[in-house]
């Protein structure tokens, strides 16, 4: 590492400390850190359309809903899926439904904008399965053009090839109460009443609802989808009254007493759409309690509201602790002991879907969010563990005894192919993706790189173990994992950036001799992708095009990923891309505001590649406040800062 004068060095811990200051601000009472979760417009969007559907639109302000969605639309007349995405079809579809509802004239400029945005793109008709299934609600397109699903899905055993546990935690807790929609095919009276009928290019009337054809193999799906349609038409479906009454006890027993669904949006909404197909009435305390999960999940200023598409309190507070721990705070210090304090009892100690698949594993990880006890996830879990490892609490023997459990459950959840996935255990059947159904293609939770790092980095940075053969198809998966250039895939952060930070901190605890080749090649490509004003940046659009891997604008959070790696490296190999490292921090220095937070609009979180993508309005200040704390340690240890 290079030498840094005092003044480098005091500007250095003026930045850290003006940063620690402000979490330190924010911080929550009961001790965790919360901050928005931004998505596209579509989750307000289907916010707005389930409450007309139930008529408690009033009872809420989504007036203001009308502000949010009108600053949100671009110059060009379309909403984001992104920031700078140049618009997408069907975000700004929903985006217009909800206008429309809300009671904007077709005739307001912004909606004839929208409207020739819309058209451009092949309107409705060129519009993902589940816009369509949104309008079809209220009439404002055809059922007909809408995959089904046969209810007996529910009824299939464990031992079935297929079941609903194949599908991914959220592809499941969002398609259970979907059967009961799909089969219902319900058209509800809303006020105001409106079609869409001017966003079809061909004209409503000349328009075909028929499923897209790939010209492959895939298209036996449509003669299925064929074959159900007509059992429909005739009621011939086979036990379907047994698969709704299956699908309604699933809903309800899965419902938290807070009334979430899920911890996320989408099965919030289907669930509620279910239950108002069941005819539940809005006052039951079912219902009454799944709405007002939603209201939780929004967001009103004076003049807006907007609904998140999931909370992340667990995840905020997990990564603020291991920031302020690594940029020099002490772990008595109140703050970070309260905090470690409310994660340890957020710990689920109940057996969630998971178990399913799993037979072996007790119950003990975190989850997302404030409540989700049925989907606890292991990226979520080892965060968690990393962070009370280095809290001092009161109670010791209880920390260590809930990290023990969660390190168990995390090693019962490895895949066969070595790595981990999110929420589930050998979730790859990736035929599922293919199902017209399934046009977002995140049907399945399969291991990834970025998750197994995590365990691999919490082994290390714990001084962990578990059984030495796991380990060791972990690194192994993760070497196969790693790209021709050096780099790993980012599933779950946008998106090369990411999975190599990962993938280096891993390696660099857990095998830094007998891996240095690699993590020298993921350093060298880190390294190779910094822009010229010192950070890194990568569009979402790498998804899309491998060629824009590591392109894009800096970001705060990219430029910390970057150098977290950069370093984990150098310590682990003794070569330290010193330039790229300092240039990278000076660009945080240089990018920081007065009051110690950064500010970023690009979306560096990942829902599902290519159609969903997240703004973790943390993100740009606790990731920067670890490289930079990093640095500083790495520079103190080192002797490297002279005067």
């Not at 305390?285 to 598409?309: M, N, W």
């Amino acid at each position: 590492m290079q030498t840094q004068d005092k003044a480098t060095a005091s500007r250095l811990a003026e930045a850290i400390a003006a940063t620690q200051n402000y979490l330190l601000s924010i911080q929550n009472p009961a001790g965790y850190w919360w901050a928005e979760l931004e998505s596209n417009v579509t989750i307000t969007a289907e916010a707005v359309l389930l409450h007309k559907i139930w008529g408690t639109d009033t009872e809420r302000p989504l007036h203001k809903v009308e502000h949010y969605l009108r600053s949100q639309q671009r110059e060009h007349g379309g909403w984001e899926l992104f920031y700078g995405d140049g618009g997408e079809l069907s975000t700004s579809v929903e985006a217009y439904m909800a206008l429309k509802l809300l009671g904007v004239s077709e005739t307001d400029p912004a909606m004839l904008r929208a409207k020739t945005f819309i058209l451009q793109r092949g309107g409705i008709s060129r519009s993902r399965i589940f816009t369509k299934i949104h309008l079809a609600l209220i009439g404002c397109y055809s059922w007909q053009g809408v995959p089904s699903l046969p209810p007996w899905v529910m009824l299939l055993p464990e031992q079935f090839p297929f079941n609903i546990y194949e599908m991914s935690s959220w592809a499941r807790s969002s398609t259970v109460p979907l059967l009961i929609v799909l089969d219902r095919k319900p058209v509800f009276q809303v006020n105001p009443r409106i079609t869409l009928d001017e966003l079809y290019t061909e004209g409503r009337e000349h328009a075909r609802f028929d499923l897209p054809r790939n010209s492959d193999w895939t298209d036996v799906f449509l003669v299925l989808d064929n074959a159900f349609k007509f059992a429909e038409s005739l009621n011939l479906v086979p036990f379907r009254q047994e698969g709704i009454k299956a699908a309604e006890k699933w809903i309800l027993e899965r419902q938290e007493a807070t009334g979430d669904w899920g911890g996320i949006i989408p099965a919030m909404l289907n669930s509620l759409l279910a239950l108002r197909c069941l005819d539940y009435d809005a006052a039951d305390p079912i219902v009454h309690r799944g709405l007002k999960a939603v209201d939780h999940f929004a967001i009103e200023t004076e003049q807006s509201y907007c609904v998140q598409p999931c909370v992340s309190p667990v995840w905020d507070t997990a990564w603020v602790i291991r920031a302020l721990m690594d940029s020099g705070f002490s772990p008595k210090h109140p703050a970070i002991v309260g905090a470690g304090e409310w994660l340890l009892s957020k710990q689920i100690l109940d057996y969630g879907d998971w178990a399913v698949k799993n037979k072996q594993g007790k119950p003990g990880a975190w989850a997302f969010e404030f409540e989700n006890r049925f989907y606890p996830d292991v990226d979520d879990s080892a965060v968690v563990v990393m962070a009370l490892h280095q809290v001092q609490l009161p109670n010791e023997r209880l920390k260590q005894a809930a990290i023990a459990r969660t390190v168990n459950w995390i090693a019962s959840m490895q895949c066969q192919a070595g790595g981990w996935a999110a929420f589930d255990l050998n979730n790859n059947q990736d035929w599922l993706n293919q199902l017209p159904y399934g046009d977002l293609k995140a049907m399945i939770d399969p291991n990834t790189a970025d998750v197994t790092a995590r365990v691999l980095e919490m082994l290390g940075w714990c001084n962990l173990s578990i059984d030495a053969n796991q380990t060791a198809r972990a690194i192994d998966y993760l070497i196969r994992e790693q790209e021709a250039d050096g780099s790993w895939f980012g599933r779950w952060g946008v998106n090369y950036i990411y999975g190599t930070s990962g993938a280096l901190s891993a390696l660099a605890l857990i095998a830094p001799q007998t891996h240095s080749r690699h993590i020298e090649r993921g350093a060298a490509w880190l390294a190779g992708c910094q822009n010229s004003d010192g950070g890194w940046g990568e569009t979402c659009r790498s998804y899309d095009n491998p060629a824009l891997k590591g392109q894009g604008t800096s970001t705060a959070s990219q430029t910390a990923w970057a150098l977290i790696g950069l370093m984990a490296a150098g310590e682990a190999t003794g070569k330290f891309a010193s330039e790229a490292i300092e240039r990278g921090v000076n660009y945080l220095l240089n990018t920081q505001r007065s009051d110690g937070t950064w500010n970023e609009s690009e979306f560096t979180g990942t829902g599902f590649p290519s159609h969903f993508y997240l703004k973790y309005h943390l993100y740009q200040q606790y990731f920067p406040l670890m490289a930079l704390g990093r640095h500083q340690t790495l520079l103190t240890q080192q002797g490297a800062i002279s005067g």
